[in-house]
């Protein structure tokens, strides 16, 4: 998956803009914090896996589904909706495998949004 459309849902990002009344700058603030922090997440759910702290997974998994979903990046919500219910469930199976999506996933969208000047 490499098209800007499937990484990002327009209709969320439109909603996004008409929610704060149009301002492309505030838009453009919660993007930059959203690309600042979500290398951290992803990181902390590797970390955590590389300790075989399972539980410890929950937390960046549900923090970076959250605000990829408040932002548009759907693909990565909807993976790390998966990473954060197998973790809550001591799913191992298959988890590790799906932080590596989540991080292949991240990239791509890092550029998808750079590449529509989301942020600042």
């Known amino acids: 998956m490499t098209?800007?459309?499937?990484?990002?849902?327009e209709r969320v990002i439109a909603e996004l803009r008409e929610?704060?009344?149009?301002?492309?700058?505030?838009?453009?603030?919660?993007?930059t914090a959203?690309?600042?922090?979500?290398?951290d997440y992803i990181d902390a759910m590797v970390d955590a896996l590389a300790r075989g702290e399972i539980s410890a997974v929950?937390?960046?998994?549900?923090?970076?589904?959250?605000s990829s979903a408040s932002l548009g990046a759907a693909h990565l919500a909807q993976?790390?909706?998966?990473?954060e219910?197998?973790?809550r469930d001591?799913?191992?199976?298959?988890?590790?495998?799906?932080?590596?999506?989540?991080?292949a996933v991240w990239q791509l969208t890092v550029s998808a949004m750079t590449d529509r000047r989301l942020a600042g």
Do not use: N
């Open 58 to 66: 929950v937390r960046p998994a549900h923090t970076l589904k959250s």
């Open 90 to 103: 001591g799913q191992t199976e298959g988890l590790a495998a799906a932080v590596d999506e989540a991080k």
């Open 19 to 31: 929610s704060v009344g149009g301002d492309d700058s505030f838009v453009a603030e919660l993007a």
């Open 85 to 87: 219910h197998a973790a």
């Open 34 to 39: 959203y690309l600042a922090e979500g290398q």
């Open 3 to 9: 098209d800007d459309q499937q990484l990002l849902d």
């Open 79 to 83: 993976i790390c909706r998966g990473i």
